[in-house]
Nanobody
Framework: QVQLVESGGGLVQAGGSLRLSCAVS????????MGWFRQAPGKEREFVAVISWSGRATYYAGSVKGRFTISRDNAKNTVYLQMNSLKPEDTAVYYCNTDSALYRDGRSLMTAYRYLEVWGQGTLVTVSS
């Protein structure tokens, strides 16, 4: 079974930066698209960014495009989310997850994450104004 361990969250002022990491085990990491998602207090979990299995394609939610960058290191079985120009509305628990099928570009994960059953504990990002 896949295991996901997110880290790197914290408290930051608006305009600041954070880099989140997600270590993945129990799956051939390099063969799967990966994504980041977030859940703000009182709201449903939402898509943030995905990266294809090869790392060549990335897709972002409109609210973070131009500020966040997703990347992956297949040698370390880790996916990253670099977050710049943070805003108070970015405050949420951030989660990563893997696609359910091999060798995809991640676009299906942008909506199919709602049906994934295994999640990590997430990492809390708090942006103060």
């Amino acid at each position: 079974q896949v295991q996901l361990v997110e880290s790197g969250g914290g408290l930051v002022q608006a305009g600041g930066s954070l880099r989140l990491s997600c270590a993945v085990s129990g799956r051939t990491f390099s063969s799967y698209a990966m994504g980041w998602f977030r859940q703000a207090p009182g709201k449903e979990r939402e898509f943030v960014a995905v990266i294809s299995w090869s790392g060549r394609a990335t897709y972002y939610a409109g609210s973070v495009k131009g500020r966040f960058t997703i990347s992956r290191d297949n040698a370390k079985n880790t996916v990253y989310l670099q977050m710049n120009s943070l805003k108070p509305e970015d405050t949420a628990v951030y989660y990563c997850n893997t696609d359910s099928a091999l060798y995809r570009d991640g676009r299906s994960l942008m909506t199919a994450y709602r049906y994934l059953e295994v999640w990590g504990q997430g990492t809390l990002v708090t942006v103060s104004s």
